[in-house]
């Protein structure tokens, strides 16, 4: 056991002292966390360009109601509107991105007042039947028929999305909302004239941020890499040059060099936990708890995933193969288990795919302990980690080779 | 008569269908310094790594200090210390950081002392990566005295060093026959052979071509010792009486090969008393080699 502390500690020193390790292993984490949280964490204040080509003109200045209807869509929060002379043309000038385009047609306003006209008598004629005016004679046939027979066309606006367009239902939504207040406008009714009164509450409690999701995929995916890529790396470098075989000409035994390894990896995931954590908690205000039921799950997270490393680096014997087959696993892992992104956006198959790779349960058990405080959902977690990390630990001993390295 | 601390028979090993080792039996007595030579590829850490209980032999046997490598491999290594070929450690601890885990590794704690032993002290928070060849060697044999064995592996603890730190090695494996130490020394360089060794044995492709005391070798396989005079008269008269061989050189001087060490000093003395000009060259390992194998073994240890 003391050689094994020994040799723990001269692991941890070694990798202490290497930038280019510390780097990987702790601070590349922490700026992807920074970066993830940060870009995904501002969806709320998206705008969606809308550019609008107004071609409802009297005498080349554009009408009060298009200019209205304009002024109307530019006012709504998730839209910039842009006003362009051609949208055609201007659509064609672009080679990247989506393009939304909104052109309001010639005869706009007079469309839009007759049309109005013709509404406001729809609502006349309801209202009076509503009220049985008919009948107590306030309105005569031929009075009724007048209002029955004025009709006119719909003001006409011309959408123009692409099909690949994740924000058109965004911009769709947004530009009927429009549409709907500037109808009762034209109609005479004000702002506040509704049928259903919305009453806002806010609640004195924060909801859950981009950062909550990604804290522990990120602590659980750079457990998994830190175990897999830096493990196999390590100890394919220890046979090349010979320390490997220094240590094995010892007393020391396999057990205790697996030991220190697993020791190594240990503290190198809970000093990841406690970072992360701090910079989540200072910088976007995480709500994260470190638990014992978390302290748990990442101790058997980090055997299990440093005894795949050691099995790795024991059967493989060049350092560039060794190196290539711990990214291979690792990386394809990171991305399929939903460790960044939830698997409920991937297609089915791929979240069939997620749920067989043991980084699924293992980020999804840490959010459920550390996020949601349910650490009872963590229990299917625990067991396939468990498993996961005893049979690894197994193999890991079957693997490491103690003669002709 | 002195202990037996290995004792080999038969050994072989086999390496996907190559010998690299072909049946070899040998013994290296208690306190004396054994030097395997032999160039590249002769199998020399074959066999040393057999004996460290890194690698299974196909067939044979082998004891070392009384047990058998194929049984009680962790009860040997708690009794030897071993430097591998190419020997390499932690890069970024220290010089002392290293020393003590090997300390800690072998359950002893006198790492002051060795580090002034070995002359790591002056440099032992250095960090390994950033020390010379010969301070590396210097750190490697620290990390295997600070086992406190008495019997010493070391596997090419010289190659690739500079003339100095050889040199420097040199003797410090002196001191450890001093401090009553077993060596079991492999090496290609026949200088350091001959200049540390008490006994070696040839290695040629998994073979032992030859093995005695480096004395009897140069003697039996040196090719004598050779006298060269550089003047006529009354010595050249010694030298076609006294030597076993005389070559006449292109230069018109003589050279007489002595195979006996009594022969040449009872001619030299008379070359003295007429106070001739002469030069001596003894035999050496070099000759050696070349007379048993016909070849030499050049710096990177080929044979040529």
Known sequence: ???????????????????????????????????????????????????????????????????????????????NVKEVDNITEHREERTFGSYRGLRIKEGFNESAVNKSIELRMKVIRDTMRRANFTEDGFLDETNESDLENFTAESAEIVLLLSEDDQGAPMVKGTLHGVINSFNSRMLGLEENDSTVEVTEEMRDERGLQPVDYYLPGFIAAFIMTNGIIGVTSNISEYKRNGTMKRLTATPLKKRDWILANVGQQTVLAFSLTAVMILVAVLVFGAQAHLGPYAIGLIFLGSVAFCSVGIVLGGLIKDVEAASGAGNAIAFPMMFLSGAFIPIETFPDYLQTVARFLPLFYFHQGLREIMIFQN??????????????????????????RWKDI | MARKVIRVKDLTKEYDGTTAVKEISFQVKEGEIFSLVGPNGAGKTTTVEILECLREPTSGEATVLGHDISDEAEKIKEKIGVMPQDFNTFDRLTAEENIKLMGDLYGSNNVEEIMKKVGVDK????????????????????MTLISNADLLFLDEPTTGLDPHARRETWNLIKDLKRMGKTVFLTTHYMEEVESLSDRAAILIDGEIEVLDSIENLIDQHGGGIKVRVLEDGRAVEIIHDKADEVLEGEDGTLTGIFDSKKEARQALIKLFQLDSKVEVQDAGMDEVFIRLTGGKIDEGGELV
Not at chain 1, 19 to 29: E, I, Q, T, W
Not at chain 2, 135 to 142: C, L, N, Y
Request: aromatic share 12%.
């Open chain 1, 1 to 79: 056991m003391n050689r094994a502390l020994s040799l723990f500690i001269s692991l941890l020193k070694n990798w202490i002292r290497s930038k280019s390790g510390v780097f990987f292993s702790v601070l590349f984490p922490i700026m992807l966390l920074l970066i993830f949280s940060t870009v995904f964490g501002g969806q709320e204040a998206v705008e969606y360009t809308l550019h609008v080509q107004n071609d409802d003109m009297v005498d080349g200045n554009a009408t009060a109601t298009s200019e209205g209807f304009i002024q109307a869509l530019d006012s709504a929060e998730s839209l």
């Open chain 1, 375 to 400: 650490p009872s959902d963590a229990f299917l977690a625990y067991l396939i980690i468990g498993i996961f990390a005893s049979i690894f630990i197994m193999l890991a001993i079957k693997t490491t």
């Open chain 2, 123 to 142: 440099f032992k928070n250095k960090k390994f990566a950033d020390l010379s060849g010969g301070m590396k060697t210097k750190v490697g044999i620290g």
